[in-house]
């Protein structure tokens, strides 16, 4: 290993660096994690949870991930921070590894801001990639995975359908690349403007009624208001749910052994109705749980 790759092992930007015997080794760890006590690892190393957009699950979970595993977690708010006055992201984290962190989770809405970071000489922390903008989300493809993985032991021919914002969602791009590499077959449904010519490589567009008895795994999306520019007209009214959401109708037809996924938060009652959020076949509670395990083989896999 050569000092560049050296360098890029130490953080975890995005799963495309990884192949599919490197992925499988992360859902077993985390599964690891998740069916075994751990003595915790890392006890006198610190952690950076540095949110420049707002969320709730990955940063908390991250945040548990690492309290789990003996870490020191420091708070940040940008609100509160000199970010204010105008410091850039390579400053907040160089000054941040003067300090002591060895780990800085890092979301931000510059597509591949990480990078700068992870090429530059001097960053010597770790960085894994909590999203950037409408980019990459490793961490949240890795336990969505994690939650198909432990449902149907494999993925070979897994029928996989992600429904609704896919042009704006990181998480459906983080998916749709990996399932593929790990042999998922893919299908796309929604609004055909929220579709985008990316999917075309990787399965192909067919409504959700066509969908919704054939498929394994339905992954729905939430509408990204914040990253529209115009506001679709069908984009907060009840007659998305009819068009292209998951009502009770289609659930009622899709197969025995089939899942509902979503990465929240949920907008219930426009893509999913809402007594489907908890509903027997629903993985989306799952999901969130899995979430800490998958976020603590990640960090396993970059400091160990």
């Given at each position: 290993?050569?000092?560049?790759?050296?360098?890029?092992?130490?953080?975890?930007?995005?799963?495309?660096?990884?192949?599919?015997?490197?992925?499988?080794?992360?859902?077993?760890?985390?599964?690891?994690?998740?069916?075994?006590?751990?003595?915790?690892?890392?006890?006198?190393?610190?952690?950076?949870?540095?949110?420049?957009?707002?969320?709730?699950?990955?940063?908390k979970s991250f945040e548990m991930a690492e309290?789990?595993?003996?870490?020191?977690?420091?708070?940040?708010?940008?609100?509160?921070?000199?970010?204010?006055?105008?410091?850039?992201?390579?400053?907040?984290?160089?000054?941040f590894q003067s300090l002591g962190i060895d780990l800085m989770v890092i979301r931000h809405s510059d597509v591949a801001y990480y990078n700068q970071l992870i090429n530059s000489e001097s960053i010597t922390c770790s960085i894994v990639n909590g999203g950037d903008g409408a980019g990459q989300h490793p961490s949240q493809s890795l336990l969505d995975l994690m939650t198909i993985y432990e449902e149907f032991g494999t993925f070979k021919g897994v029928k996989v359908a992600i429904a609704g914002d896919i042009l704006h969602s990181r998480v459906a791009r983080s998916n749709m690349q990996i399932l593929k590499k790990l042999g998922a077959e893919l299908f796309f449904t929604g609004p055909e403007e929220f579709i985008g010519t990316e999917c075309q490589t990787y399965g192909e567009y067919r409504s959700i009624d066509e969908l919704a008895d054939q498929v394994d795994v339905l992954m729905l999306l939430r509408v990204q208001r914040e990253r529209h520019i115009q506001q679709a007209s069908h984009e907060l009214d009840v007659s998305y749910l009819a068009q292209y959401g998951l009502t009770k109708e289609r659930e009622s037809t899709m197969h025995r052994k089939a899942i509902i996924m979503h990465p929240a938060p949920v907008n219930r009652g426009i893509e999913i109705a809402n007594e489907l959020v908890e509903c027997d076949r629903s993985r989306i509670v799952r999901q969130m749980e899995n979430g800490v395990f998958a976020r603590m083989a990640i960090i396993d896999s970059i400091l160990n």
């Open positions: 290993m050569d000092k560049s790759e050296r360098r890029q092992a130490r953080h975890f930007v995005s799963l495309n660096h990884y192949n599919e015997n490197d992925i499988m080794s992360l859902i077993k760890m985390a599964l690891a994690y998740k069916h075994n006590s751990s003595v915790p690892k890392y006890k006198g190393m610190y952690a950076v949870n540095c949110f420049f957009e707002e969320s709730t699950r990955t940063h309290k789990k595993l003996g870490m020191d977690v420091l708070d940040f708010q940008p609100s509160m921070s000199s970010v204010r006055k105008g410091e850039s992201l390579y400053d907040t984290v160089l000054t």
